[in-house]
């Protein structure tokens, strides 16, 4: 067996994280397959909240959620919001906050026919959002990032991730990045424990 995936050890390091009926957070819904894949994990009592600047993206993951009910899998309800991931201490409920078990922001643009391929996330807004997310989580909350250094503008957006996460006090979070090191275009992992 390779090495896993960068998207397979994201999902992997959240699920060991999330139980049936937590709250967790898709900064980045695009065509929800992770969306989907935390509804999964939060079950029918759990919340997820995912976010997307696109009406295109929030349709596609509105599909994806509603074949898999129509399947009779018993996933979380899900809030999709049609906002930038840096309104997130907004729109997230307050009974909510510090109570997040993780967060994930899967970067870069929607894959999807037809798509706009300058709407793609941005520096700025990536890491307000990333820091709102952080304070979201709780204790032991997991943030994971997949960062696409291999398309125009993805390269600046991981550099300012990774410094980012480097500036992390380690008494507040531990980070750790995961990376095909022959491969320095290639899509990454940042992840981010809060300390409990
Ligand atoms: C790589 S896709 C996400 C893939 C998705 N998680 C999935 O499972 O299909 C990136 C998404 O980020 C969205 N996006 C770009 N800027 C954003 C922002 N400021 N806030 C929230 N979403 C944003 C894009 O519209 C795009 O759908």
Not at 60 to 66: A, D, H, I, M, S
Request: hydrophobic letters at 45%.
């Amino acid at each position: 067996m390779g090495l896993l995936s960068v998207l397979s050890l994201a999902h992997k390091w959240t699920a060991e994280r999330v139980q049936p009926g937590d709250a967790v957070i898709d900064a980045t819904a695009g065509n929800g397959v992770d969306t989907l894949f935390l509804c999964e994990l939060a079950g029918p009592k759990g919340q997820v909240y995912a976010f997307d600047i696109q009406e295109q993206a929030l349709r596609n993951t509105q599909r994806r959620l509603e074949r898999a009910r129509q399947e009779g899998r018993r996933i979380a309800p899900a809030e999709l919001l049609l906002l930038s991931h840096d309104q997130m201490v907004q729109a997230v409920p307050e009974h909510q906050h510090g109570r997040i078990a993780a967060a994930l922001f899967n970067l870069g643009y929607l894959p999807a026919p037809g798509a706009d391929p300058s709407l793609i996330t941005k520096p700025e807004t990536t890491i307000t959002a990333l820091e709102s997310a952080l304070a979201l989580l709780r204790p032991g909350g997991l943030l994971s990032v997949v960062l696409y250094p291999g398309h125009a503008g993805g390269d600046t957006e991981a550099a300012a991730v990774d410094n980012w996460a480097q500036q992390l006090d380690p008494q507040a979070a531990q980070a750790a990045q995961y990376r095909m090191l022959q491969k320095p275009q290639a899509p990454y992992l940042i992840a981010v424990e809060k300390r409990k």
